[in-house]
């Protein structure tokens, strides 16, 4: 069974701090891992991670994908009030037709 | 302004009732997945259409059901079969066709949240 653990499951940081997220998986015929963001409701994209040891950046925003040892991290460097929100991390097979998410990373940025 | 619309974002329904969750998306993506999501489940995928005409259970399928009549659309119901219905309800699409197995990014809707007393 295809399996996605995120961790840890909550943080709180101060302002200015610099933040990791971390993702494991296991699920047969991996196609790609992606990065989502909820503050209300709707999530928002964020990355789509296909090749290891690539890192892809938006911003304070940064992510990497490590094939072989099956993860993912999420860096948010500088963290603002506004990156508080839950990161949702989700991983595609070539076997399957949806997405398998992980339970999510609450973050809380304190002024 | 493409995009994915659910409706009601609230709604609130006592026990034994169905109730309808609509979605309907200008995108014009072929696939289109419901999710429920529970505080600390992150989220959980109930129905997925590739196509019209053309749905398959997700992990936890059971009390719901849905049509997918047309490629915009594709309602949910919760029926009185569901043992825990209050949750919130996240409708998304993706650009997947036909032969296509991959789903690729993921368009959410705003969510409909649930509640039956």
């Known amino acids: 069974e295809d399996k996605v653990v995120q961790s840890p499951l909550s943080l709180v940081v101060h302002e200015g701090d610099t933040v990791t997220l971390n993702c494991s998986y296991e699920?047969?015929?991996?196609?790609?891992l992606l990065w989502y963001k909820q503050e209300k409701k709707a999530p928002t994209f964020l990355f789509m991670l296909t090749s290891s040891g690539i890192e892809k950046k938006s911003g304070r925003l940064s992510s990497i994908l490590d094939k072989k040892e099956l993860f993912s991290i999420l860096n948010i460097t500088a963290t603002q009030t506004g990156d508080s929100a839950v990161y949702l991390c989700?991983?595609?097979?070539?076997?399957?037709?949806?997405?398998?998410f992980g339970k999510g990373t609450s973050l809380l940025v304190t002024p | 302004d493409g995009g994915i619309t659910q409706s009601p974002k609230y709604l609130f329904r006592k026990e034994g009732q169905n109730v309808t969750l609509s979605c309907e998306q200008n995108l014009n993506h072929d696939a289109m997945y419901w999710y429920r999501q529970d505080p600390g489940q992150g989220l959980r995928l109930i129905y997925y259409?590739?196509?019209?005409?053309?749905?398959q259970k997700g992990d936890i399928a059971e009390g719901y059901s849905v049509s997918r009549e047309k490629k915009e659309s594709f309602p949910l119901t919760v029926t009185s079969a569901q043992k825990n219905p209050t949750a919130f309800y996240l409708c998304?699409?993706?650009?997947?066709?036909?032969?296509?197995?991959?789903?690729?990014?993921?368009?959410f809707g705003e969510g409909s949240r649930l509640t039956v007393l």
């Open positions: 259409s590739q196509i019209v005409n053309d749905f």
């Open positions: 699920v047969t015929n991996f196609r790609s």
């Open positions: 989700a991983v595609e097979s070539n076997s399957g037709y949806a997405l398998n």
């Open positions: 998304a699409s993706s650009i997947a066709g036909s032969g296509r197995r991959n789903t690729g990014e993921l368009f």
